[in-house]
Nanobody, 126 residues
Framework: QVQLVESGGGSVQAGGSLTLACAASGYTDSSYCWGWFRQAPGKERGGVASLDFEERASYADSVKGRFTISKDNAKNTLYLQMNSLKPEDTAMYFC????????????????????WGQGTQVTVSA
């Protein structure tokens, strides 16, 4: 059973930076799509950034140029570096693992996530 545990959320002012981390355990196959999703109050959960099975990154248009997804395979940890944060980035952020998608991913969204972390809150004030 894959387990994902996020950390690193918090409150920052607009223009600030945060780095989220997601510690992964319990998986034996490295060919997953790994992703970050977010959900603001009253809105649907949506993809933010993803790494496909060949570790090619893709991003939602709203975060391109500001967010960077990366993975440290030695530590089994997924990261999301978030710079130039805006109030509209305020949301609960979730990491996810998709064991089904074996191809290039676009738009920052792993299409079939089966495993989710518990989420970490990011709040950006104006």
């Amino acid at each position: 059973q894959v387990q994902l545990v996020e950390s690193g959320g918090g409150s920052v002012q607009a223009g600030g930076s945060l780095t989220l981390a997601c510690a992964a355990s319990g998986y034996t196959d490295s060919s997953y799509c790994w992703g970050w999703f977010r959900q603001a109050p009253g809105k649907e959960r949506g993809g933010v950034a993803s790494l496909d099975f060949e570790e090619r990154a893709s991003y939602a248009d709203s975060v391109k140029g500001r967010f960077t997804i990366s993975k440290d395979n030695a530590k089994n940890t997924l990261y999301l570096q978030m710079n130039s944060l805006k109030p509209e980035d305020t949301a609960m952020y979730f990491c996810a693992a998709d064991p089904w998608t074996a191809g290039r991913v676009v738009g920052g969204t792993c299409p079939l996530p089966d495993y989710w972390g518990q989420g970490t809150q990011v709040t950006v004030s104006a």
